[in-house]
């Protein structure tokens, strides 16, 4: 994954100095863990991750299962396997949470350029493909494009927009938007999509929010009068693995300001620094559902912890 091809070249270096020994001193496994932890750290993990993480891992690593192994080293490198999956999510697949009573719904949140539009399509798509009727919401007001910019990829998706102003259905048919309907206020967007999708009978309501380029307490406060106003069943909060130290900052203030209940992790096609979206789900409590991995509509996937730490560590 191009995201991590750095940090996955970096932590077979540390483990291949330990694979030409046979039995590990304790200075064999320190020397190890300071190249886990150097390599962490330079694709941008966060240090508070980093320290647990190694701190756990050197634990492990000084104990019976490791002096007692018949491959030490192997047994390292087990370990780390294990701890990096703890982080992306004890190893617990989270799948998405239907509504018992139609329709689902699904409200994205995230800075500006995140890529929750893009994800709205792709979500979309994948419903779609599975057998679900979604209908994707332009709840992102702010941004004078926003609205056009959800019809596009809608239409690329082959599912419906609902919009404020008048919306245009993907196959070019019937517009989806309420006629007349002409607000500017998100929530009232929001709440109204809803009243739509059960009178259309729509399964899935897919909410794109408005981000900004900083986290702030105005769009927080949207935010949460749209979840207020609708209740969702999933809020997925969309980091862009690229954006390095900050994912820390801004995944914690997206907690606290809308309380999400899941993670999706954008651009792991990115160039090689992608370590700040691996601190997410630990910083957070919350899970990981799914990883886009570039523009296309089919650049998505559900997310594994276990698969996912296999993969950094091949
Ligand atoms: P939003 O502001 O959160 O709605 O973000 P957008 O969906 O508009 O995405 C911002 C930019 O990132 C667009 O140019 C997208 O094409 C791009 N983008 C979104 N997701 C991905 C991804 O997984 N990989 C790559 N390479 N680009 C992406």
Same mark, same amino acid.
């Given at each position: ?14 483990f ?7 039995k590990l001193s304790?200075? #064999?496994?320190?020397?190890t863990?300071r190249?886990i ?7 941008d993990?966060?240090?508070? &991750?980093?320290?647990?993480?190694t701190?756990? &891992?050197?634990?492990?690593a000084l ?12 047994? &390292?490198?087990?370990?780390v ?5 703890a ?5 617990v #697949? ?8 139609p ?7 995230g800075?500006q350029?995140?890529?929750k539009?893009t994800?709205?399509?792709k ?6 493909d ?10 992102d007001l ?6 056009t ?7 690329r ?11 245009v259905?993907?196959?070019?048919? @019937?517009?989806?938007a309420a ?14 999509s ?5 009178r ?7 909410i ?25 069943? @999933? ?6 693995a ?28 990115g160039d090689?620094r ?10 957070t409590g919350?899970?990981?559902?799914f990883?886009?991995?570039? @523009?296309?509509?089919? #650049? ?5 912890p ?6 950094i560590?091949?």
């Amino acid at each position: 994954m191009a995201a991590f091809s750095s940090l996955t070249d970096r932590l077979s270096n540390a483990f291949k100095h330990l694979k030409s020994k046979g039995k590990l001193s304790e200075a #064999d496994i320190d020397g190890t863990i300071r190249e886990i932890r150097r390599a962490l750290l330079d694709a941008d993990v966060s240090l508070e &991750v980093v320290r647990s993480f190694t701190g756990r &891992v050197r634990e492990r690593a000084l104990g019976e299962e490791v002096s007692q192994a018949l491959n030490p080293a192997q047994q &390292v490198v087990k370990i780390v396997n294990e701890e990096l999956t703890a982080i992306l999510g004890a190893g617990v #697949d989270r799948p998405l949470n239907f509504a018992k009573n139609p329709p689902t719904i699904i409200m994205l949140a995230g800075l500006q350029g995140a890529g929750k539009t893009t994800l709205a399509g792709k979500l979309g798509y994948w419903l779609k493909d599975a057998g679900h009727t979604p209908l994707l919401v332009a709840a992102d007001l702010q941004r004078p494009n926003a609205v056009t910019q959800l019809q596009v990829v809608g239409e690329r998706a082959g599912v419906p927009v609902y919009a404020p102003e008048k919306g245009v259905q993907s196959d070019g048919g @019937e517009a989806v938007a309420a006629p007349g309907q002409t607000t500017g206020d998100p929530v009232k967007v929001a709440r109204d999509s809803i009243e739509f999708a059960k009178r259309k009978l729509y399964d899935v309501v897919i909410i794109d929010t408005a981000g900004r380029l900083g986290v702030d307490e105005e769009l927080m406060k949207q935010a949460r009068d749209i979840r207020d106003a609708v209740h969702p069943n @999933e809020i997925l909060f969309v980091i862009d693995a690229m954006i390095g130290q900050d994912a820390v900052k801004t995944a914690k203030a997206f907690d606290e300001g809308v309380d999400f209940t899941g993670v999706v992790l954008s651009k792991l096609d990115g160039d090689a620094r992608g370590g700040a979206a691996l601190s997410v789900a630990s910083v957070t409590g919350k899970p990981i559902l799914f990883a886009s991995t570039g @523009e296309g509509l089919k #650049d998505f996937e559900v997310f594994h912890p276990d698969r996912m730490a296999s993969r950094i560590l091949d």
